[in-house]
């Protein structure tokens, strides 16, 4: 079984466009995160949620808004899609609260915003 | 911005072992040495992880050095599958505010 599982793998979508991605553990972690991997294929933090509450918000647009409907979950939703946020977006889990330490990674969704 | 420097590239032929070397000069006391990789269009991968002794897993070993200001991450048999970016990244275990900073990492190609 996948341990932490991303859907959809793919999404193509216009601009203006609202966009969700669901994002699944079942390490039994309490933490989970969502990064962003641009062109350039810099890995950065996005979010972080520990047992369905934020930790941290990195300076993202508030058009990026994560719901954690329990602590296996943490889904992205994406209002008003630009062109700048087409990405792969990963989704991560970890035992052990905070930002650091082991990380578990989804396969990813590669957004394409045209 | 990443707390360490890796080389951009590196070749290693099939069966040899890897040496990929990481500099952390600033590295603090509670500071772990963590590395990942991440193969061609897929998430990272966790390898392993080390603070001041050396550390071997079932994927690889971690070299420390003595003074902690840099480390060597080795793959005993590299095979084909071992192609991917490596990334050395220095973090604390735990803690609100301290993030995975994952820098450009060192392109690890396995030749046949």
């Known amino acids: 079984d996948t341990a932490v599982s991303q859907t959809p793998k793919y999404l193509v979508t216009q601009m203006g466009n609202d966009k969700s991605i669901k994002c699944e553990q079942n390490l039994g972690h309490d933490t989970m995160y969502w990064y962003k991997q641009d062109s350039k294929k810099f890995l950065k933090i996005m979010f972080s949620y520990n047992n369905k509450e934020l930790i941290i918000n990195e300076t993202v647009p508030n058009r990026f808004s994560p719901k954690s409907p329990d602590k296996a979950h943490l889904n992205l939703h994406i209002n008003s899609l630009e062109l700048g946020d087409s990405a792969v977006y990963f989704c991560a889990s970890s035992p052990e609260p905070g930002l650091g330490g082991t990380q578990y990674f989804g396969p990813g969704t590669r957004l394409l915003v045209l | 911005d990443a707390k360490t420097t890796q080389p951009p590239s590196m070749d290693c032929a099939e069966g040899r072992a890897a040496n990929l070397p990481c500099n952390h000069s600033?590295?603090?006391?509670?500071?772990?040495v963590y590395w990942y990789r991440q193969i061609h269009s897929q998430g990272p991968q966790y390898i392993i992880h080390?603070?001041?002794n050396n550390e071997t897993n079932e994927m690889a070993s971690l070299i420390i050095t003595e003074d902690r200001k840099s480390s060597t991450l080795i793959l005993p048999h590299a095979t084909l599958r071992d192609t991917a970016v490596y990334y050395c990244i220095v973090t604390l275990l735990r803690g609100s505010n301290y993030k995975l900073t994952f820098g450009k990492g060192t392109l690890l190609t396995v030749n046949p």
């Open positions: 600033t590295i603090s006391g509670n500071e772990y």
């Open positions: 080390g603070l001041k």
